[in-house]
């Protein structure tokens, strides 16, 4: 019977583990030099301008407010990315998952596998945040990387039903919409940039709905030190996701795979 994470889903891993290897110097370029561009231009850039108002953004400097928040947004992207194209190309266009459950490997494992590893890879992208942000000084407490992990639940949390829905097209025609509708309109809508208390009253409940920014609110509470006791509960919401979207998913890559 498969398992959410097993041995079999191990296997998953290391053929994406094995893949990363061939393009790991785009990886490492990307992992280092977004976040140092993405806080320099908007926790020194945007700070600047904030510094030259009130100073400071929740009561800590903007470059400290924004670093949490750039780095669950980056880790949302990058389960985007991995969960949208290259599960249509494991699917029909190079048919790599078809091959795999002609092994021991079943329809579940290989979902499970992305997902998780997605998750990892947004876990790596994490720590490199953190010691970039730490580096700049956007980071204050030495529980900031705990926040690599929220990363990593934020990016599967969005990859489960992402990759599960990813399952369902025949082509490839309506992930630009899901980037441009859904994915780029969570980043107001979620506290990256500014505190959600800023958005008008009627819009301010859409953040429930975000799976984003629960995840920037426990990568902020670690990166800043702040415990707060709706915490476990933000932290269940985005596991609940993952978990829902899991059944589905299951279903969905057994629906295309076994037929």
Do not use: C
């Not at 891993?13 to 806080?39: D, K, T």
């Not at 490199?128 to 980071?139: D, E, K, P, R, T």
Request: no cysteine; aromatic share 12%; glycine share 12%.
């Amino acid at each position: 019977m498969s398992r959410w994470f097993g041995p079999a889903t191990v296997r998953v891993i290391e053929h994406q583990a094995a893949v990363q290897r061939r393009f790991w110097r785009g990886s490492v370029f990307g992992y280092v030099l977004n976040p140092v561009l993405f806080l320099a231009a908007m926790g020194f850039g945007v700070g600047g301008l904030v510094a030259e108002g009130s100073g400071k953004v929740d009561g800590v400097t903007y470059l400290a407010f924004v670093t949490p928040g750039l780095m669950a947004a980056a880790a949302m992207q990058t389960a985007a990315g991995e969960s949208l194209w290259p599960v249509m190309a494991g699917m029909k266009w190079l048919r790599t998952y078809h091959a795999m459950i002609t092994t021991p490997l079943g329809p579940a494992d290989v979902f499970a596998g992305i997902v998780t590893w997605t998750g990892l890879r947004a876990t790596a992208g994490g720590l490199v945040f953190v010691a970039v942000g730490a580096a700049l000084g956007g980071v204050r407490s030495p529980w900031a990387p705990l926040a690599a992990g929220v990363a990593g639940l934020t990016a599967a949390a969005f990859a489960a039903p992402l990759a599960a829905f990813a399952a369902t097209q025949e082509t490839d025609a309506r992930f630009p919409v899901i980037m441009r509708v859904g994915i780029v309109p969570l980043f107001l809508f979620s506290g990256t940039f500014f505190p959600v208390a800023q958005l008008p009253a009627v819009l301010r409940p859409a953040r429930f709905a975000s799976p984003l920014w629960y995840g920037v609110e426990l990568a902020r509470a670690a990166t800043l030190g702040r415990w707060d006791p709706t915490l476990p509960v933000k932290a269940a919401v985005l596991v609940a996701v993952i978990l829902a979207a899991g059944v589905w998913g299951r279903r969905t890559f057994t629906r295309r795979l076994v037929q």
